[in-house]
């Protein structure tokens, strides 16, 4: 017991991330009625779910889901900001271990080798300080019980934000923009492709072909925190299913 940092407490109690009320004994980061209010989008419970469909067609892929909808007009977008742009990496951690939990208990997601997130350029990384997808790969991982690979797939070109781009030009943006630098470290491997937010898929589909087109004959997933959308046009939820 530290009785100087239980006074400390009670005088400044910590506060939940989302809503801002102060947090109960032994709560962490985000009260319980607001983590009942996530947004989940129970797609990692069906395998063929739009956000798979987003990538047939585009790259091989086994199944594809996200965790939750971001909406501009929800409360959780603020932790998204947080980890994204005010160096909140715990919050990324934390959200990608209550999401590795449920894409291992979904069974879909079983035979998975290996976890690999989007990187990020170095000199964005150095001025971000870290990747934020980094993060959400290694509480994924934990959960699933493989191995986070940081180092095998490298961002050749240090593109602009997608964030205001139109759709064509998002495309165009991310050309050609990654590379394998170890390729016998993945080969054959069914990869998991960790992202934070999913808007058009263009990142992630520039990033699977350059693997595809280095390393043949790897399987791949994606798994995203959240699913750009709109809260008066959301997809169907699938709370029950599993791959047969």
Known sequence: MNPLKDIFRL???SQCAICRTPLGHGISDICLNCRLELPLTYYWKKVDNPVSLKFWGHMPI??????????NSGRWRSIIHNFKYRKGWRYAQMLGEWYGAELRDSGNYDDIDVVIPIPLHPLKKIKRGYNQSDWIAKGVAKELGVKVDYHSVKRKKNNISQTQLSHDDRWENVDDIFTVKNPSAIAGKHILLIDDVLTTGATIISCGESINKIVPGCKFSVAVLALAGNSHALPPKYPESKKE
């Open 11 to 13: 005088i400044f109690p």
């Open 62 to 71: 086994e199944t594809g889901s996200a965790y939750f909808y971001y909406m």
